[in-house]
């Protein structure tokens, strides 16, 4: 079993930056990819940023050139740095670990932009 615990959400204005931070424990084998979601009220969970074994990221289109996902393989981290925040970013946003194929959740961090 791989726990997730994210933390660094919080409120900010419009323009602003904030980093999430997502710590793995637990029983981890070997993570092939480490992904931050997002859940806006009323919306379907989606995918905001990954990055996989090899180092290689992907990102939303919403997102590019504003957010940067990161890890730190030696702690088990990742990471999600924000900047140039929009209200439509506000959401709930989720850690998510691929761990030899099975996936596991964070509780979620709670963002929210105003405008």
């Known amino acids: 079993q791989v726990q997730l615990v994210e933390s660094g959400g919080g409120l900010v204005q419009a323009g602003g930056s904030l980093r999430l931070s997502c710590a793995a424990s637990?029983?981890?084998?070997?993570?092939?990819?480490m992904r931050w979601y997002r859940q806006a009220p009323g919306n379907q969970r989606e995918l905001v940023a990954a990055?996989?074994?090899?180092?290689?990221?992907n990102y939303a289109n919403s997102v590019k050139g504003r957010f940067t996902i990161s890890r730190d393989r030696a702690r088990n981290m990742v990471y999600l740095q924000m900047n140039s925040l929009r209200p439509e970013d506000t959401a709930v946003y989720y850690c998510?670990?691929?761990?030899?194929?099975?996936?596991?959740w964070g509780q979620g961090t709670q963002v929210t932009v105003s405008s």
């Open positions: 637990g029983t981890i084998f070997s993570i092939n990819a």
């Open positions: 990055i996989i074994r090899g180092g290689s990221t």
């Open positions: 998510n670990v691929d761990d030899v194929g099975f996936d596991y």
